[in-house]
Nanobody
Framework: QVQLVESGGGSVQAGGSLRLSCAVS????????MGWYRQAPGKQRELVAI???????NYADSVKGRFTISRDNAKNTVSLQMNTLKPEDTAVYYC????????????????WGQGTQVTVSS
């Protein structure tokens, strides 16, 4: 089965940087996209960055220019480089993979990592 395992979270001062990694294992067929989401306390989970199967990327306006999503094929990982972190970036960050699935009524299935805490202090 597909498994996503995140790492790299931690605490950092405002203006600092962190790099999150998501290790993907298991058979992957019909990959649509991979991305990073985050959920701050009391807030809805939101998309941070996404990379399509073809390699195109999209970012939330709040992180554009500061965060970069990338794929390391050699290590089978998807990473999120986070620079110039702000206190409002504090959240649990989740790795997501969306794959096509003919058994699903929606035509796809989402896989999620366990989440990793990112805390940015002032």
């Amino acid at each position: 089965q597909v498994q996503l395992v995140e790492s790299g979270g931690g605490s950092v001062q405002a203006g600092g940087s962190l790099r999150l990694s998501c290790a993907v294992s298991g058979s992957i067929w019909g990959l649509i996209a991979m991305g990073w989401y985050r959920q701050a306390p009391g807030k809805q989970r939101e998309l941070v960055a996404i990379m399509s199967h073809a390699g195109s990327t999209n970012y939330a306006d709040s992180v554009k220019g500061r965060f970069t999503i990338s794929r390391d094929n050699a290590k089978n990982t998807v990473s999120l480089q986070m620079n110039t972190l702000k206190p409002e970036d504090t959240a649990v960050y989740y790795c997501n993979m969306r794959s096509s699935n003919i058994r699903s009524s929606s035509g796809y299935v989402d896989y999620w990592g366990q989440g990793t805490q990112v805390t940015v202090s002032s």
